[in-house]
């Protein structure tokens, strides 16, 4: 992201099914993060759980339900980003 804008390096898209799911994912990844030594700037729309976005300074992270991911589609709309390829170890 860097390339496209001057707030972060990175954007992290992930997605769950439910409203559950994705507080659930937030949950994780507040914790992981936390383990890890990193703040978090701001932790938007918490409570509602279908956008759920970190700012993470270079690192920003969107957790949506599926109908709001597709809806909103940052995908496209930041399609000129270089994607990189998650690989859980």
Do not use: P
């Amino acid at each position: 992201m860097r390339q496209l804008v001057n707030f972060c390096d990175f954007f992290v898209l992930c997605s769950g099914n439910t409203e559950r799911q994705v507080k659930a994912i937030a949950d994780g990844v507040d914790e992981g993060l936390a383990q890890i030594g990193i703040k978090i700037g701001s932790k938007s729309n918490a409570k509602q759980a279908d956008w759920i976005v970190f700012d993470a300074g270079d690192v920003v992270v969107h957790i949506f339900q599926k109908d709001k991911r597709e809806f909103y589609n940052l995908e496209y709309l930041w399609k000129e980003a270089k994607q990189v390829a998650w690989e859980s170890s």
